[in-house]
């Protein structure tokens, strides 16, 4: 094959996975930056009681009427279906440097405990919220309403917008 050729090819496979990028699913590595778990001697409902000074006030949302809430912990029995989850928030994580910089909000269990459940908020969706998603939710108890899925054995839901996250 002659050099002019093999360039070619070359410069178009790459053209390709410039223009095409490979979607690469979320992940929960241990080398995230920025981890703010909840002290361990703090109970969910101290931590309601401790407010952050920082944080807005949010308004209230409205949830699906019609919706089944289920805890956290009971999540796994309805894999793949809409539903509004509720915990306390144990663990907070932007991880900035990761691929889609993902923020996560982990419910009932903090990471690594595959037994979580992990709200994952994309890194183009931070600007729905009216500050960082990590502070305003941190030590609070919450429900989320979306579609349960699994990723790598750890149960997750994916939200878009605050009101899909109502405070309690």
């Given at each position: 094959?002659?050099?002019?050729?093999?360039?070619?090819?070359?410069?178009?496979?790459?053209?390709?996975?410039?223009?095409?990028?490979?979607?690469v699913?979320?992940?929960?590595?241990?080398?995230?930056?920025?981890?703010?778990?909840?002290?361990?001697?703090?109970?969910?409902?101290?931590a309601?009681?401790?407010?952050?000074?920082?944080?807005?006030t949010?308004?209230?949302?409205?949830?699906?009427p019609?919706?089944?809430?289920?805890s956290?912990?009971?999540?796994?029995?309805?894999?793949?279906?809409?539903?509004?989850?509720?915990g306390p928030?144990?663990?907070t994580?932007?991880?900035?440097?990761?691929?889609?910089?993902?923020?996560?909000?982990?419910?009932?269990?903090?990471?690594?405990?595959?037994?979580?459940?992990?709200?994952?908020?994309?890194?183009?969706?931070?600007?729905?919220?009216?500050?960082a998603?990590?502070?305003?939710?941190?030590?609070?108890?919450?429900?989320?309403?979306?579609?349960?899925?699994?990723?790598?054995?750890?149960?997750?839901?994916?939200?878009?917008?605050?009101?899909q996250?109502?405070?309690?």
């Amino acid at each position: 094959m002659k050099p002019a050729t093999a360039l070619a090819i070359l410069a178009i496979v790459l053209i390709g996975c410039v223009t095409n990028p490979t979607p690469v699913p979320p992940t929960q590595t241990p080398w995230v930056i920025t981890a703010t778990p909840v002290a361990p001697a703090q109970t969910p409902r101290a931590a309601i009681a401790t407010p952050i000074a920082s944080a807005p006030t949010l308004a209230p949302t409205s949830i699906s009427p019609g919706t089944e809430t289920i805890s956290w912990s009971d999540a796994g029995n309805y894999l793949n279906q809409t539903k509004i989850v509720c915990g306390p928030v144990l663990r907070t994580t932007f991880a900035q440097t990761t691929n889609g910089q993902p923020t996560y909000l982990d419910l009932g269990r903090a990471y690594p405990d595959p037994a979580r459940f992990s709200v994952l908020i994309w890194g183009n969706q931070r600007a729905n919220f009216p500050s960082a998603p990590e502070t305003l939710y941190r030590g609070k108890t919450i429900c989320v309403t979306g579609k349960i899925a699994s990723y790598r054995g750890t149960l997750e839901m994916e939200v878009r917008t605050p009101s899909q996250i109502e405070v309690k």
